[in-house]
C-alpha cells in the first residue's frame, strides 16, 4: 500500500549544483502537488497539476522546475540550488479538485539542506 | 503577509483533557477548512474540515468551530490522548481554486500522561 512515495528522503547539495525530488503515486489520482515547509512555518505550495501535461504554479515556484508526462509521476526540479531552498518537501495526490480534506494524500517528506 | 495564521507554536495538556488549538485567518473569501495532524518524519494527514456554510463539525474525540465573523476557527480534542501528541496545522481554501490550500505555521500539542 505505497499511497504516495518521494525519493530521496534525505539529500545535502552545495550551491549552484540541480536535482530532482521524485515523487509517485499508485492511486490514478489526477491531482498532483508539491509543497515546501520551511522551520516555524506552514507548508507553501510550488508547483501542482491537474493532469498528464498540464503543470502551474502555486505560490512559491521561483527555483523550481516540474513536469508531467505521466499520471503517476510528479517530478521538481532544482536549478542552481540556493540555501533559501533548504527545506522539507512535501508531495501530495488527490482524486478530486474539491476541497475535501481526506481525498489529498502526502508523502513523508523530502529534507534538503543547501550548503 | 499570513493568511492563515496559528499564533501558539505550542500546548501542553494533560490526558483525559481537553485540548483547544486556534487559528485566525485574514482572506474573507476563504470558505473551506481544514486541520491537519503531522507527526515527525512523516506527511500531514487529514483530521476533520468544516465548510463556511457551517459553524461546527464533529468527528469523535475532535470538534471543529468556526467563527466566520472573527475569522477564527479551533480545534477541540476531547478527551486529549497522548498518541495526540503532534503537530497540527489549520488550513484554509476558496472552494473554487480546490486543493490549493494555505497552511498555517502548525501547533505542536504535546498530551502528558
Known amino acids: 500500500n505505497a499511497g504516495v512515495t518521494q525519493t530521496p528522503k534525505f539529500r545535502i547539495l552545495k550551491i549552484g549544483q540541480s536535482m530532482t525530488l521524485q515523487c509517485t503515486q499508485d492511486m490514478n489520482h489526477n491531482y498532483m502537488y508539491w509543497y515546501r515547509q520551511d522551520p516555524g512555518m506552514g507548508l507553501k505550495l510550488i508547483y501542482y497539476?491537474?493532469?498528464?501535461?498540464?503543470?502551474d504554479k502555486g505560490e512559491v515556484p521561483n527555483g523550481y522546475n516540474v513536469s508531467r508526462s505521466t499520471t503517476e509521476d510528479f517530478p521538481l526540479r532544482l536549478e542552481l540550488a540556493a540555501p533559501s531552498q533548504t527545506s522539507v518537501y512535501f508531495c501530495?495526490?488527490?482524486?478530486?479538485?474539491?476541497?475535501?480534506?481526506?481525498?489529498?494524500?502526502f508523502g513523508e517528506g523530502s529534507w534538503l539542506t543547501v550548503v | 503577509d499570513q493568511q492563515v495564521k496559528q499564533n501558539s507554536p505550542s500546548l501542553s495538556v494533560q490526558e483525559g483533557r481537553i485540548s483547544i488549538l486556534n487559528c485566525d485567518y485574514t482572506n474573507s473569501m476563504f470558505d473551506y477548512f481544514l486541520w491537519y495532524k503531522k507527526y515527525p518524519a512523516e506527511g500531514p494527514t487529514f483530521l476533520i474540515s468544516i465548510s463556511s456554510i457551517k459553524d461546527k463539525n464533529e468527528d469523535g474525540r475532535f470538534t471543529v468551530f468556526l467563527n466566520k465573523s472573527a475569522k477564527h476557527l479551533s480545534l477541540h480534542i476531547v478527551p486529549s490522548q497522548p498518541g495526540d501528541s503532534a503537530v497540527y496545522f489549520c488550513?484554509?481554501?476558496?472552494?473554487?481554486?480546490?486543493?490549493?490550500?494555505?497552511f498555517g505555521a502548525g501547533t505542536i500539542l504535546r498530551v502528558k500522561s
Open positions: 488550513a484554509a481554501t476558496e472552494m473554487e481554486y480546490g486543493n490549493k490550500l494555505v
Open positions: 501530495a495526490s488527490s482524486y478530486s479538485s474539491g476541497p475535501s480534506g481526506n481525498t489529498i494524500y
Open positions: 497539476s491537474v493532469g498528464a501535461g498540464i503543470t
